[in-house]
C-alpha cells in the first residue's frame, strides 16, 4: 500500500493518498495501453509498405551465336515489374552477315515498351539500323517508329572507292 509514496504516510492521510495511488496507477495503465495501440497501429499500417518490394520482378535473357564466316547473331531481352504494376520491357536483335565476296550487311532491331498499369497507355519505341557494304559503297539506314508513327527516316550512301581515289589524288 502507498507504493507511489514510499509507505511512510501517517494513517490520517490514507485516503487521500490512497486516491492519488489510484490515479496514478490509472493513469500508468492507460498510457502503456495507449502505447501499445500506437506501436500496433503504426505497425499494420507499415506493413503494406515493405511488403510492396516483394512484387517487383525483374527478367533478363541473351542468346549469343556465330560461325567461322564472321556471321554473327545476338539478340538480348529484359522485363522487369515494378510495385506499381508499370511493366517495362526491351529487346535488342544484332544480325551482321558475310559473304565470300566481303560484302556485309550489319542490321541492330532495338524494342523498347513501357506498359502502366491500366488499360490503352502502353508506349512503344521501335528502332532499325543498318549498314550495308558491297562493292566499295556504304549505305546507312535509320528508322524510329514510336507508337506505329514513324518519327525519324534517315538514309545515306557513302562511295568509298571514289572517296580513297580521290584522296589519293590530293
Not at 39 to 52: G, I, R, T, W
Not at 84 to 108: I, L, M, Q, Y
Not at 117 to 126: A, D, I, M, P
Request: glycine share 4%; charged share 25%.
Amino acid at each position: 500500500m502507498f507504493r507511489a509514496w514510499g509507505g511512510n504516510v501517517p494513517p490520517l492521510y490514507w485516503p487521500c493518498y490512497q486516491r492519488v495511488e489510484t490515479i496514478l496507477e490509472r493513469y500508468l495503465t492507460m498510457t502503456k495501453t495507449t502505447l501499445l495501440l500506437a506501436s500496433v497501429a503504426a505497425l499494420a499500417l507499415s506493413a503494406p509498405a515493405f511488403s510492396a518490394d516483394s512484387n517487383t520482378s525483374y527478367e533478363a535473357k541473351t542468346k549469343v551465336s556465330a560461325d567461322s564466316n564472321g556471321n554473327y547473331s545476338e539478340k538480348a531481352s529484359a522485363k522487369s515489374t515494378d510495385a506499381a504494376g508499370t511493366t517495362t520491357a526491351a529487346e535488342k536483335k544484332v544480325d551482321v552477315d558475310v559473304d565470300s565476296k566481303g560484302n556485309v550487311d550489319k542490321s541492330v532491331t532495338t524494342e523498347a515498351s513501357k506498359d502502366p498499369k491500366g488499360l490503352f497507355n502502353e508506349s512503344k519505341v521501335k528502332t532499325k539500323d543498318t549498314l550495308k557494304t558491297k562493292k566499295g559503297k556504304i549505305k546507312r539506314t535509320h528508322k524510329k517508329v514510336v507508337n506505329g508513327t514513324t518519327t525519324e527516316k534517315t538514309e545515306s550512301t557513302v562511295n568509298t572507292a571514289t572517296n580513297a581515289s580521290t584522296n589519293a589524288a590530293q
